[in-house]
T-cell receptor
Framework: ETGVTQSPTHLIKTRGQQVTLRCSSQ?????VSWYQQALGQGPQFIFQ???????GRGNFPPRFSGLQFPNYSSELNVNALELDDSALYLC????????????FGNGTRLTVT | QKEVEQDPGPLSVPEGAIVSLNCTYS??????FMWYRQYSRKGPELLMY????GNKEDGRFTAQVDKSSKYISLFIRDSQPSDSATYLC??????????????FGSGTQLTVLP
Protein backbone atom coordinates (compact mmCIF):
# COMPACT_ATOMS: atom_id res chain seq x y z
CA GLU A 1 0.00 0.00 0.00
CA THR A 2 1.30 3.44 -0.97
CA GLY A 3 -0.84 5.44 1.42
CA VAL A 4 -2.39 7.37 -1.49
CA THR A 5 -6.14 6.97 -1.85
CA GLN A 6 -8.29 8.39 -4.63
CA SER A 7 -12.02 8.85 -5.01
CA PRO A 8 -14.20 8.03 -6.75
CA THR A 9 -12.82 4.95 -8.49
CA HIS A 10 -15.06 5.41 -11.52
CA LEU A 11 -16.98 8.35 -12.89
CA ILE A 12 -19.11 8.98 -15.97
CA LYS A 13 -19.71 12.55 -17.13
CA THR A 14 -21.20 14.25 -20.15
CA ARG A 15 -19.25 16.49 -22.49
CA GLY A 16 -19.27 20.08 -21.26
CA GLN A 17 -19.73 19.17 -17.60
CA GLN A 18 -17.27 19.81 -14.79
CA VAL A 19 -15.67 17.16 -12.56
CA THR A 20 -13.73 17.11 -9.28
CA LEU A 21 -11.43 14.22 -8.43
CA ARG A 22 -10.01 13.75 -4.94
CA CYS A 23 -6.80 12.41 -3.49
CA SER A 24 -5.64 11.77 0.06
CA SER A 25 -1.90 11.53 0.72
CA GLN A 26 0.12 10.23 3.62
CA UNK A 27 0.65 12.59 6.50
CA UNK A 28 3.82 14.58 5.94
CA UNK A 29 3.74 14.27 2.16
CA UNK A 30 3.96 17.90 1.10
CA UNK A 31 4.16 17.25 -2.64
CA VAL A 32 1.29 15.95 -4.73
CA SER A 33 1.26 15.41 -8.48
CA TRP A 34 -1.51 14.55 -10.89
CA TYR A 35 -1.13 12.51 -14.07
CA GLN A 36 -3.47 11.58 -16.91
CA GLN A 37 -3.17 8.11 -18.40
CA ALA A 38 -5.02 7.44 -21.63
CA LEU A 39 -5.75 3.84 -22.56
CA GLY A 40 -2.60 2.07 -23.77
CA GLN A 41 -0.35 5.03 -22.93
CA GLY A 42 2.00 6.02 -20.16
CA PRO A 43 0.89 8.65 -17.62
CA GLN A 44 1.24 12.31 -18.67
CA PHE A 45 2.18 14.97 -16.12
CA ILE A 46 -0.62 17.48 -15.45
CA PHE A 47 0.76 19.52 -12.53
CA GLN A 48 2.43 19.38 -9.14
CA UNK A 49 1.62 21.14 -5.87
CA UNK A 50 4.01 21.76 -3.02
CA UNK A 51 2.73 23.17 0.26
CA UNK A 52 -0.54 24.24 -1.39
CA UNK A 53 1.04 26.09 -4.32
CA UNK A 54 1.33 24.92 -7.91
CA UNK A 55 5.03 24.63 -8.75
CA GLY A 56 5.03 22.87 -12.10
CA ARG A 57 2.63 22.21 -14.95
CA GLY A 58 2.63 19.97 -17.99
CA ASN A 59 1.08 20.64 -21.38
CA PHE A 60 -2.53 20.83 -20.21
CA PRO A 61 -4.98 23.73 -20.75
CA PRO A 62 -6.14 26.01 -17.92
CA ARG A 63 -9.47 24.15 -17.64
CA PHE A 64 -7.41 21.62 -15.67
CA SER A 65 -6.89 23.09 -12.22
CA GLY A 66 -6.06 21.85 -8.78
CA LEU A 67 -6.01 22.52 -5.08
CA GLN A 68 -3.94 21.15 -2.24
CA PHE A 69 -5.11 21.41 1.36
CA PRO A 70 -3.20 21.51 4.66
CA ASN A 71 -4.60 18.10 5.66
CA TYR A 72 -2.64 16.40 2.79
CA SER A 73 -5.70 16.06 0.59
CA SER A 74 -5.94 17.51 -2.91
CA GLU A 75 -8.33 17.96 -5.80
CA LEU A 76 -8.14 17.92 -9.57
CA ASN A 77 -10.86 19.94 -11.30
CA VAL A 78 -11.61 19.73 -14.98
CA ASN A 79 -14.05 22.18 -16.59
CA ALA A 80 -15.80 21.93 -19.95
CA LEU A 81 -15.12 18.22 -20.29
CA GLU A 82 -14.19 16.89 -23.71
CA LEU A 83 -14.39 13.34 -25.00
CA ASP A 84 -10.56 13.16 -25.05
CA ASP A 85 -10.52 13.76 -21.29
CA SER A 86 -11.62 10.15 -20.84
CA ALA A 87 -8.68 8.55 -19.04
CA LEU A 88 -7.32 7.22 -15.76
CA TYR A 89 -6.34 10.12 -13.49
CA LEU A 90 -3.54 9.31 -11.09
CA CYS A 91 -2.45 11.10 -7.96
CA UNK A 92 1.06 10.65 -6.52
CA UNK A 93 2.67 12.07 -3.41
CA UNK A 94 6.05 12.32 -1.74
CA UNK A 95 7.48 14.01 1.35
CA UNK A 96 9.61 16.54 -0.52
CA UNK A 97 10.33 18.19 -3.85
CA UNK A 98 13.54 16.30 -4.55
CA UNK A 99 14.03 13.57 -7.14
CA UNK A 100 12.86 10.77 -4.86
CA UNK A 101 10.44 8.43 -6.62
CA UNK A 102 6.69 8.99 -6.62
CA UNK A 103 4.17 6.54 -5.24
CA PHE A 104 0.83 6.45 -6.99
CA GLY A 105 -2.75 5.81 -5.97
CA ASN A 106 -4.99 3.49 -7.97
CA GLY A 107 -6.57 6.34 -9.88
CA THR A 108 -10.01 7.50 -10.94
CA ARG A 109 -11.33 6.18 -14.23
CA LEU A 110 -13.20 9.07 -15.93
CA THR A 111 -15.42 8.41 -18.92
CA VAL A 112 -16.80 11.38 -20.85
CA THR A 113 -19.75 10.65 -23.13
CA GLN B 1 9.65 11.72 -31.84
CA LYS B 2 8.73 10.92 -28.25
CA GLU B 3 11.28 11.72 -25.54
CA VAL B 4 11.00 8.16 -24.21
CA GLU B 5 10.41 5.20 -26.50
CA GLN B 6 9.26 1.84 -25.20
CA ASP B 7 8.25 -1.23 -27.19
CA PRO B 8 4.55 -1.73 -26.36
CA GLY B 9 4.64 -5.48 -26.93
CA PRO B 10 2.62 -7.46 -26.11
CA LEU B 11 5.30 -9.82 -24.84
CA SER B 12 4.41 -13.38 -23.91
CA VAL B 13 6.90 -15.75 -22.20
CA PRO B 14 6.73 -19.12 -20.44
CA GLU B 15 7.03 -19.31 -16.68
CA GLY B 16 10.66 -19.32 -15.54
CA ALA B 17 11.95 -17.37 -18.54
CA ILE B 18 14.22 -14.33 -18.29
CA VAL B 19 12.40 -11.21 -19.45
CA SER B 20 14.13 -8.16 -20.88
CA LEU B 21 12.27 -4.86 -21.09
CA ASN B 22 13.85 -1.80 -22.64
CA CYS B 23 13.46 1.94 -23.11
CA THR B 24 15.44 4.47 -25.07
CA TYR B 25 15.41 8.21 -24.51
CA SER B 26 16.53 11.24 -26.42
CA UNK B 27 17.16 13.87 -23.73
CA UNK B 28 20.54 13.51 -22.04
CA UNK B 29 19.26 15.72 -19.17
CA UNK B 30 17.32 12.74 -17.77
CA UNK B 31 19.22 11.68 -14.66
CA UNK B 32 16.90 9.54 -12.54
CA PHE B 33 15.32 6.37 -13.90
CA MET B 34 12.49 4.24 -12.60
CA TRP B 35 10.55 1.15 -13.52
CA TYR B 36 6.93 0.82 -12.51
CA ARG B 37 4.63 -2.20 -12.73
CA GLN B 38 0.95 -1.62 -13.38
CA TYR B 39 -1.68 -4.29 -12.96
CA SER B 40 -5.02 -3.92 -14.67
CA ARG B 41 -7.27 -1.37 -12.93
CA LYS B 42 -4.46 -0.35 -10.56
CA GLY B 43 -2.01 2.53 -10.29
CA PRO B 44 1.69 2.18 -11.17
CA GLU B 45 3.76 0.46 -8.47
CA LEU B 46 7.42 1.41 -8.11
CA LEU B 47 9.79 -1.50 -8.79
CA MET B 48 13.24 0.02 -9.26
CA TYR B 49 14.83 3.46 -8.91
CA UNK B 50 18.32 4.25 -10.15
CA UNK B 51 20.50 7.28 -10.73
CA UNK B 52 23.86 6.29 -12.09
CA UNK B 53 24.86 4.14 -15.03
CA GLY B 54 25.32 0.47 -14.22
CA ASN B 55 23.23 -2.26 -12.67
CA LYS B 56 20.99 -2.36 -9.62
CA GLU B 57 19.59 -5.64 -8.38
CA ASP B 58 16.58 -6.29 -6.14
CA GLY B 59 15.55 -9.92 -5.83
CA ARG B 60 14.53 -11.22 -9.24
CA PHE B 61 14.72 -7.75 -10.78
CA THR B 62 17.78 -6.01 -12.24
CA ALA B 63 17.70 -2.48 -13.61
CA GLN B 64 20.41 -1.43 -16.01
CA VAL B 65 21.20 2.11 -17.12
CA ASP B 66 23.53 3.08 -19.97
CA LYS B 67 23.58 6.88 -20.12
CA SER B 68 26.08 6.97 -22.97
CA SER B 69 23.63 5.06 -25.16
CA LYS B 70 20.52 6.60 -23.58
CA TYR B 71 19.17 3.14 -22.93
CA ILE B 72 17.68 1.51 -19.86
CA SER B 73 16.59 -2.06 -19.25
CA LEU B 74 14.73 -4.12 -16.70
CA PHE B 75 15.49 -7.83 -16.40
CA ILE B 76 13.16 -10.23 -14.62
CA ARG B 77 14.63 -13.62 -13.70
CA ASP B 78 12.56 -16.74 -13.08
CA SER B 79 9.42 -14.98 -14.31
CA GLN B 80 6.13 -15.91 -12.64
CA PRO B 81 2.50 -15.65 -13.81
CA SER B 82 2.07 -12.98 -11.11
CA ASP B 83 4.57 -10.83 -13.06
CA SER B 84 1.96 -10.46 -15.82
CA ALA B 85 1.34 -6.71 -15.99
CA THR B 86 2.26 -3.58 -17.90
CA TYR B 87 5.78 -2.31 -17.21
CA LEU B 88 6.44 1.40 -17.49
CA CYS B 89 9.81 3.10 -17.60
CA UNK B 90 9.96 6.65 -16.25
CA UNK B 91 12.60 9.37 -16.03
CA UNK B 92 13.14 12.67 -14.26
CA UNK B 93 14.86 15.74 -15.69
CA UNK B 94 17.42 16.96 -13.21
CA UNK B 95 16.94 20.48 -14.55
CA UNK B 96 13.19 20.59 -14.06
CA UNK B 97 13.52 22.97 -11.14
CA UNK B 98 11.21 22.47 -8.25
CA UNK B 99 8.72 20.27 -10.10
CA UNK B 100 9.39 16.55 -10.13
CA UNK B 101 7.97 15.79 -13.56
CA UNK B 102 8.16 12.15 -14.56
CA UNK B 103 8.27 11.35 -18.26
CA PHE B 104 6.95 7.86 -18.96
CA GLY B 105 7.30 5.39 -21.76
CA SER B 106 4.08 4.01 -23.22
CA GLY B 107 4.46 0.71 -21.35
CA THR B 108 5.15 -2.91 -22.32
CA GLN B 109 2.41 -5.45 -21.69
CA LEU B 110 3.90 -8.70 -20.36
CA THR B 111 2.15 -12.06 -20.00
CA VAL B 112 3.89 -14.96 -18.24
CA LEU B 113 2.25 -18.25 -19.17
CA PRO B 114 2.06 -21.04 -16.56
Amino acid sequence: ETGVTQSPTHLIKTRGQQVTLRCSSQSGHNTVSWYQQALGQGPQFIFQYYREEENGRGNFPPRFSGLQFPNYSSELNVNALELDDSALYLCASSPDRGPSPLHFGNGTRLTVT
Amino acid sequence: QKEVEQDPGPLSVPEGAIVSLNCTYSNSAFQYFMWYRQYSRKGPELLMYTYSSGNKEDGRFTAQVDKSSKYISLFIRDSQPSDSATYLCAMILISSGSARQLTFGSGTQLTVLP
